[in-house]
């Protein structure tokens, strides 16, 4: 199958800082991206939805300007967690999608990325 | 708006049992991908089953199994000759079969599978 990654899978950081996470669809296009973010023993919330080429879309409650998306190509998305705080410790997932024929695509994700903030 | 419901938070089975998680959704929708996703201590989320709601039979991959059951809208996953590499959080999915540019995936909470020796 179609393999996304992740980079870095692990990341301390301190607080007031920003960082970075990195998501990669390495042998399909992926027009499509998500970021989900996972409190331990929950599932997954999504984040936003990121479209190449485009803005992307937050869910309710997300804080556009602390989560900053960048889709800029169909091959990578990127995460930018601005002015981090310990609050913002999670682990975080993204995922893409592959258009397989019209109306119909395959969804993978991840390995994820641990955030610490300190 | 569509949801997605797994009442057990946890469950346990013996090695080499048979278990079977539970899970109820609701859509207004006809035409949909329900999933059953494994998620291991490592969190890479993998998928274990699709069934896709126009199929009258049941999707089946090795030791794991569905019930759909599209009128009652429950679809249930069974694992048979348990492993203890099927230890693990499992969660239910749906999807809408034609997809918009924004559709997502809708994750119930999760059942975490513990498997005893």
């Known amino acids: 199958g179609a393999v996304v990654s992740q980079h870095p899978s692990w990341v301390i950081c301190k607080s007031g800082t920003s960082v970075k996470i990195e998501c990669r669809s390495l042998?399909?296009?992926?027009?499509?991206m998500f970021w989900y973010r996972q409190f331990p023993k929950q599932s997954l919330m999504l984040m936003a939805t990121?479209?190449?080429?485009?803005?992307?879309?937050?869910e309710q409650g997300v804080e556009k300007d602390k989560f900053l998306i960048n889709h800029a190509s169909l091959t990578l998305s990127t995460l930018t967690v601005t002015s981090a705080h310990p609050e913002d410790s999670s682990f975080y997932i993204c995922?893409?999608?592959?258009?397989?024929?019209?109306?119909?695509?395959?969804?993978?994700f991840g390995p994820g990325t641990r955030l610490t903030v300190t | 708006a569509q949801t997605v419901t797994q009442s057990q938070p946890e469950m346990s089975v013996q090695e080499a049992e048979t278990v079977t998680l539970s899970c109820t959704y609701d859509?207004?929708?006809?035409?949909?991908?329900l999933f059953w996703y494994k998620q291991p201590p490592s969190r890479q989320m993998i998928l274990v089953i699709r069934q896709e709601a126009y199929k009258q039979q049941n999707a089946t991959e090795n030791r794991f199994s569905v019930n759909f059951q599209k009128a009652a809208k429950s679809f249930s996953l069974k694992i048979s000759d348990s492993q203890l590499g099927d230890a693990a959080m499992y969660f239910c999915a749906y999807r809408r079969l034609w997809v918009n540019r924004d559709d997502k995936i809708i994750f119930g909470k999760g059942t975490r599978l513990h498997i005893l020796p």
């Open positions: 859509t207004s929708e006809s035409d949909y991908y």
């Open positions: 995922s893409a999608r592959e258009l397989r024929r019209e109306g119909h695509y395959e969804q993978y």
């Open positions: 042998d399909f296009q992926a027009t499509t």
């Open positions: 990121s479209n190449e080429g485009s803005k992307a879309t937050y």
